[in-house]
């Protein structure tokens, strides 16, 4: 028979703290969406261009877009979670690859002309193209830049180009066996890191040699872009349709496909994140976070004109292309949480039956006591007495509603 009246009454204030209890438990297990997070700037100039990189200047607080349809570069203050578009620094042909030399206030855009632009970034210029390096006679694609040798790498179909930056020339130029993805200068080993597509492989380069010397195959991973966590010497590869996280030491791999493959990658070291840009059609395309570890914190939708994305680590924001302008989020507020309370919310699915019911017995169990103790108060079978009769007059109540009144014989 089911508890009704004044033992339901009794049931039910026990019940509730456990039941807010539990719920508190579940609801906090679960990770909250960074999707709330997402705003976008109205930038007519971004919204109308085609990019393949965006990099943050974390000091100078100003973010850079390889601008292939303006055929320069776009230059947006973050210095407050509100961007502001800045200008366009015009080149002589379409950027591909940025990379920053923030101590000495120089951005670096390898054009499709075979020449890299640098751009002085310091606080007092105007932006503007201080230098031509003529590096190749082809069309040059992703850059790096380390401030530990003073060089640039740059990918150019089958080569990787070592460029000295205080000298304006080249020193190597490195040949793979397939087109050359995205290079990456490794300053915990001091090698470049390189995706070769074709091979699906990921290729570790000596700079000082100019030979390949290491190389670790990915199946069926197609890679194309790279970012290098230094402190843990563990790499990101963007595959066609996964994520592939390759340890440089052991040369162990884990593919996950949290995020549908990718192609620019970024290793923010300020804030230990890395960002994956996910460029497909308009239902599949996102922005994914990574911690430094490679355990995945998040991801939002993005355009299919983001190929790249860059954090802000200043406001802990993601900033890239956007539909209408520039598309920002903040991935803290995807994080998952702490184990231990993940562990509760999941035990507490299991846990709260076994506690009502625990609850059930130890009210009846009361009863029973405080009948034996001679204290007076109503036993569980005096308690059922009561509801029967309680119900029985309401149902009598409800019959003379529906038929009215008895009348005597």
Known sequence: MKPTGRLAAALGQAIVPVLVAAGGAILLSGCTSCQSTVRTTAMTVIAGGSYDVVVADQPGQRLYLADRTAKGVDVVDISSPQPVFVSTIPLTAAPHGLALDTASHRLFAALGNGAVAVIDTGPRSSNQVVANIQVDSSSLDLIDYSAQTDSLYVGSDRTVLVVDAARAQVTKRITTAMAVGQPRFDPADGMVYATVSGTDSL???????????????????????????????????????????????????????????????????????????????????????????????????????????????????????????????????????????????????????????????????????????????????????????????????????????????
């Open 203 to 409: 290729v570790q380069i000596n700079p000082a040699t100019g030979f390949v010397t290491r190389s670790y195959v990915i199946a069926k991973c197609r890679p194309n872009g790279v970012g290098i966590n230094p402190a843990r010497q563990l790499a990101l590869v963007s595959c066609g349709g996964s994520i592939a996280l390759v340890n440089l030491e052991s040369g162990a791999q884990r593919v996950t496909r949290v995020v549908q493959g990718g192609d620019v990658v970024t290793y923010e070291a300020a804030a230990d994140r890395f960002v994956v840009a996910s460029p497909h059609d308009m239902d599949e395309s996102a922005i994914g976070v990574f911690a430094g570890d490679g355990s995945f914190i998040g991801s939002v939708p993005a355009t299919s004109s983001a190929h790249a994305a860059a954090f802000d680590s200043a406001h802990g924001l993601v900033y890239a292309p956007g539909p209408v302008g520039l598309m920002s989020f903040a991935p803290a507020a995807c994080a998952p949480p702490p184990d231990w309370l993940r562990f509760v919310g999941g035990l507490s699915v299991f846990a709260v039956p076994l506690l009502l019911a625990a609850l059930f017995l130890v009210l009846v169990a009361r009863a029973l006591a405080r009948r034996r103790a001679g204290l007076g108060g109503p036993t569980y079978e005096e308690l059922q007495a009561e509801d029967l009769e309680f119900e029985r007059e309401r149902m009598r109540a409800l019959e003379d509603g529906i038929l009215g009144p008895r009348v005597a014989d």
